[in-house]
């Protein structure tokens, strides 16, 4: 029997050809008015897919779920789930539930009450229900709290309430909305990896919305970055991160040096790109373009070397400046670089030693240096 950890790993519907997506969302238009919120998007979600919509605030994604939801219809399109079109169909009748930011639980019921409430509003026996509510309260492991109010109770125990909840109908798909935007960081972190644990053991399919760059990484099996209404590019968590299709994409996720140049040599080898007189950029691997066409170049601090000696070739994907700025981190030293051309970048080191016997030091002429393969090419 695989584990959760290889599933996860090997969970890879769409790029099945074959596949058939679980949620459809076709050429769907939402507008406000004059406001268009969600500009014809279209997208597909699959059966177990823990799917992420990430983006800034009023870039449309909540009003996406909330039409997934069925708190608000489309203006134009369809959203289909299951096979079977949503259109028209009321919120109390759709097999999803939505788990909001706020929690939004009963203060003056109980924890148990709380679970059972969706159970009893739908006429489920009391039996049923009681044996349904002993489930969920072990699924979030809150057996001790079940007499308890919301108001006992901590910001983390609220969550796993409003989550029981959610989950006690037995949903085909779970909408979350900011689902851990109310907890400290620490416990955020944490129970960002009891919801991957939960979604795989349920086998359900999960849809969250957050503007939280490293809860949709660290969690989502797939991520949507949105903006203005519409989606800029669908990929796992790495591909977004290590292969952004557009500039937009590269500078909203994480932290990024994008240097913009003329294109001076191409093949099916890689690109060559001036950047100025004392930086030229060679990447191998990368798609044929138009000598002479302008072109961007994003890479990750992470990618980029600092060191006091020049490299062998200084003229190919190196660079000299002076050390304006260290960070240490604890696990990570963060350096600010200001490049002959009085560009700053920002590269950053793993602190795998425990002492530095020569560390560096402010205004220290460095050079930056980073390999043919630890960037990307932006061609817009």
Not at 170 to 182: H, I, N, S, T, Y
Not at 279 to 304: D, Q
């Amino acid at each position: 029997m695989k584990s959760l950890g290889n599933i996860r790993r090997s969970f890879a519907p769409w790029a099945d050809p074959a596949a058939k997506p679980f949620i459809s969302v076709k050429n769907v238009t939402k507008r406000f008015g004059d406001f268009t919120a969600v500009d014809d998007l279209s997208l597909n979600i699959y059966h177990r897919e823990f799917f992420a919509l990430l983006g800034a605030s009023g870039c449309g994604k909540s009003t996406l779920l909330r039409m997934l939801a069925g708190f608000e219809q489309p203006t134009s399109g369809e959203i289909i789930l299951d096979g079977t079109d949503l259109a028209g169909t009321p919120p109390y009748k759709r097999p999803v539930n939505m788990m909001f930011q706020s929690y939004a639980l009963f203060p003056h019921m109980t924890v148990e009450k709380n679970i059972a409430f969706g159970l009893r509003q739908d006429g489920m026996g009391k039996d049923e229900i009681g044996e349904r509510v002993l489930q969920m309260l072990k699924m979030v492991k809150l057996e001790k709290f079940a007499s308890r109010k919301p108001n006992q109770l901590s910001g983390g125990q609220r969550q796993r309430v409003a989550l029981a909840r959610s989950l006690a109908k037995r949903p085909k798909v779970l909408l979350l909305d900011e689902p851990l935007g109310a907890l400290d960081k620490k416990l955020r972190e944490e129970t960002q990896f009891e919801l991957m644990d939960l979604q795989q053991n349920l086998g359900l399919t999960f849809v969250v919305v957050t503007h939280d760059q490293e809860e949709a990484m660290t969690m989502a099996d797939r991520i949507a970055v949105m903006s203005h209404g519409k989606v800029v590019q669908v990929a796992t968590p790495a591909e977004i991160y290590e292969a952004p299709n557009c500039r937009f994409v590269a500078d909203f996720i994480g932290d990024v040096n994008i240097f913009d140049g003329k294109v001076t040599a191409s093949n099916a080898n890689g690109v060559e790109m001036s950047v100025d007189e004392n930086l030229t950029i060679r990447l191998s691997g990368a798609e044929p373009l138009a000598v002479g066409s302008t072109a961007g170049f994003a890479i990750r601090p992470e990618k980029l070397r600092v060191s006091r000696t020049p490299p062998a070739n200084p003229r190919i994907n190196a660079a000299s400046g002076e050390l304006w700025d260290i960070g240490y981190l604890g696990d990570m030293t963060v350096f600010h670089v200001k490049l002959k051309s009085g560009k700053v970048v920002k590269a950053s080191s793993l602190n795998a030693q425990r002492a530095v016997d020569d560390p560096f030091v402010y205004d220290q002429e460095v050079w930056v240096t980073f390999a043919e393969d630890a960037g990307v090419l932006l061609k817009d």
